[in-house]
C-alpha cells in the first residue's frame, strides 16, 4: 500500500523534476549547447530528421545503457527565439510515441532587436550612376588589347632590326648595268673593279641556278661554262695579274650586260 | 735526292708521296702546305680515325722536317712540352733539357684535353716562335708549323679554345670522311701490308711502316717555296674583295664577332700560297672561296639571337659569300 503510495507520488512528481533540471538561462541563437548524461526512460530514442519549421538542430553525440533505459549526450542549438521541448526533436527507435510527460524545456534568445530580424540590404556602389561594373570590363578589356597589339608591332619592329640583312634591294642584273658602263668608259676605280667582279659571279650563279652550291664550287662551275669562262678569264687577267692588260674587246665581252633586260 | 727547280713539280712530288700513304685527304694535304709555306699552323677538326697523325708523319718525312707529337691530356704540364731545367747530380749544374716543341712539325693531339695554361703555353710559342726555359730564351727552329687536332664530339673534360687563342691558327679545316671510293682503296690497301720479323717474333704491318723514309727534293727547295709564295701578286682588287669580305663579317646582323685584321692577313698569305700550289703567279677570287671557310669560320661567333634560330656559323659564312656583290 505504502509503495504504490510511493510510486505515485514519484511518477507525478518526476516529469516536474526534470523540467526543472532543464531550465536554463536562454542561450542565444546559433551558438552549440552540449548536454551530457541525460536519462531517458524507456527504449532508446534518436534525432528527429531536420525539417524547415524546425526551430533546433539537435543532436545524440553518445548512447550508454543506464539500466533498462539510456543516458544520452546531446549537442543542440537555436535558430528561432523562444522556449522549445526538445523531446519535440526525438523520435523512438522502435517508432512508438514518446511519453508525453517528458519535458526537456530549452530557451533561445535573439541578439536583434525584436524589429530587425532581416539583415541590411547591402551598401550601394561607389561608381557614378553612368558607369556600371560592365562598362568598367569593356574598358579594362580595351586597354589590354591595345597594350597587346602595342607590344606585337614593337616585336615586330624588333625581328626587323635583327633579321637578316637585305643585302641589295637591286638586283644583280641592275647593279651590273653601271658598272658595266662605267667599265666601258674606263672610269671604274679598283672599288668599282672589285663590284664588278663580285657581282659578275653572284649575276652569273644566280644564272646557272648554283645559289645552292658552296661559293667555291659555284665559281668553279661558272669558270667551266662556255659563256662565261672567257669574261672571267680576261677580267682576271685584267684585274688580278702582276701587269694588267685592259681586254682590246672589253666593250664586246660587256656589251650583253648594257642590255636594257639580262636573261 | 732529287733537286726540283720547278715549284709546281716540287709540290707535286710531296703530294704524290704523301698519296702513297693516305689516301684522299688532297684538301688537307693542300691545306698543311698552305699552311707550311706561310708560316702558319694549323688545327684539324675531324673524328678519330681519319689519318691525322699519319698525314703530319707522312708529310713530314716527304720534306725532310722534324715531327713530334704530343697526346695532350689533362695532366699534361707545360714544362712537358716546352721543357725544363735539370739538376745534373754529377755536375750540381742545371742542364737545359728541351721539350718536343723543338721541332719543324709539331702534331698536338687533341689540344682541347689540356689544361688552359698548357694551351696558352704552346700557343705562345706559335705566335713568338720563341721559348723560355728558366733563365735562357731559345728559338725554335725554322720551319716551325704546329698542327693540332680537335675531335668534335666528346666535349666532356675538355677545355674548349678560347677564340683569341683560336685567332692564332692562320687555318682551321673541317676534316671530312672518305668517300666509298676512296674508302675502298683505304680497306684493299690495309690488306697488303703484310707483316715484319723481328728478333724470332712477328708483327703485323701497320700504315706508318709504309712510309718512306726519303724525303722529297733537298731543304732549299722548301725555303725556295716559301720564297716564291712571297712572290705571288696580289692585286688591289683581291685586297677590296679580301677587306669586302671581312668587314661583312662584322657588320652581318647575326655575327657577334667578327673576323680580326689577322683574318684579312691569313687570308692574302693563304690565298698566294694556294696561288703557287695551283702554278699561278697571281692571286684570283677563287683562292679567296676556297679558303674563307677554313680562314674564317673559327674566328666567328654567331649571337644569341642567330643560335637561337639554329643558324650556324658556316650557314652565315656562305650568306655573305653569295651575296657578297
Redesign the interface.
Known sequence: MKRSLFIGILSFTLPCLIADELKREAAPLGIKIQLRDHVIPGPEVEAKPLSKESAIVLRITSVYPHGNSFRYDFEYYGLEAGSFNLIDYLQRKDNKPMTDQLKMLVTFKSSLAPERIRPNPPDDGKLPRFIKYKHLLILGAAFWLIVLLLLILGARKKLKLIGPSIPELLSPAESLRPLVEAARKGKLGKSGQAKLERTLIIFWSQRMDLTNESPSTALSKIKAHPEAAPLFEKLESWFHCPNPEEPSDLDALLKPYCEPKID | MVSYNNHASYIQAIREQVSNVVVGQDEVVERLLIALFTSGHILLQGMPGLAKTLLVNALGKAIHLEFSRIQFTIDLLPSDILGSEILDQASGQFTTHKGPVFTNLLLADEINRAAPKVQGALLEAMQERKVTIGDNTYRLPVPFLVIATQNPIEQSGTFELPEAQLDRFMLCHRLKYPTPVEEEEILTRNLNLGIQKEGGGAVANTEFDIVSDDPVGEPNDLISVIDAVHKI?V????I??VV?LISRTR????IELGASPRAGIALIKGARARALIHGR??????DL??L??DVLLHRMRLNY?ALAEGMSTIDVL??I?????
Open positions: 701578286h692585286s688591289g682588287v683581291f677590296k674583295h669586302e657588320d652581318h646582323s647575326h703567279d697571281y692571286a684570283i677570287p677563287e672561296f676556297a674563307a671557310e639571337e656562305e650568306d659569300l653569295k651575296t657578297m656583290g
